[in-house]
């Protein structure tokens, strides 16, 4: 019988996520902007209209306006997670509604999985730079 080795835990996870106070819908330990992460201006105008259906059909006061709205905006949440995992690839996962999504393939937009590990890379100098150490990583916040 053979065994297959375990799966790499992923480089990094980006957070998607509906929210009234954030810009862009991506985190990763803190606030991303738009263009931190290269992904296709496809996916990206996708998900800002996802967002703009969450401000619409949902009230930081009322709540979603029925529960309809609220499974088709998760719904559509699945799938942009699931496309922004193909296009950072097998070494970064992304998490929605407590679920890890990760691609079994190489990025399908290699310059977006280069921009995170830039923005990985990024972050690390800093630490250095604030303790000496290369601990536990600390985002930046904007």
């Given at each position: 019988m053979?065994?297959?080795s375990p799966r790499p835990l992923p480089k990094?996870?980006?957070?998607?996520d509906g929210n009234f106070g954030a810009e862009w819908a991506l985190s990763?330990?803190?606030?991303?902007?738009?263009?931190?992460v290269a992904?296709?201006?496809d996916l990206e105008?996708?998900?800002?209209?996802?967002?703009?259906?969450?401000?619409?059909?949902n009230s930081p006061t009322l709540g979603w306006k029925s529960e309809q709205a609220k499974h088709t905006f998760s719904a559509s949440g699945r799938t942009l997670a699931d496309r922004i995992a193909?296009?950072?690839g097998h070494q970064f996962a992304v998490s929605f509604e407590d679920e890890i999504i990760r691609s079994e393939?190489?990025?399908?937009?290699?310059l977006a999985a280069q921009s995170i590990e830039n923005l990985l890379a990024e972050q690390?100098?800093?630490?250095?730079?604030?303790?000496?150490k290369t601990g536990s990583l600390h985002w930046r916040f904007n």
């Open positions: 053979t065994r297959s990094a996870v980006l957070f998607l990763m330990d803190g606030v991303l902007e738009q263009s931190d992904l296709s201006s105008e996708a998900i800002l209209e996802w967002e703009e259906k969450f401000r619409l059909d193909s296009e950072i393939e190489e990025a399908a937009v290699p690390l100098e800093v630490n250095r730079s604030m303790n000496g």
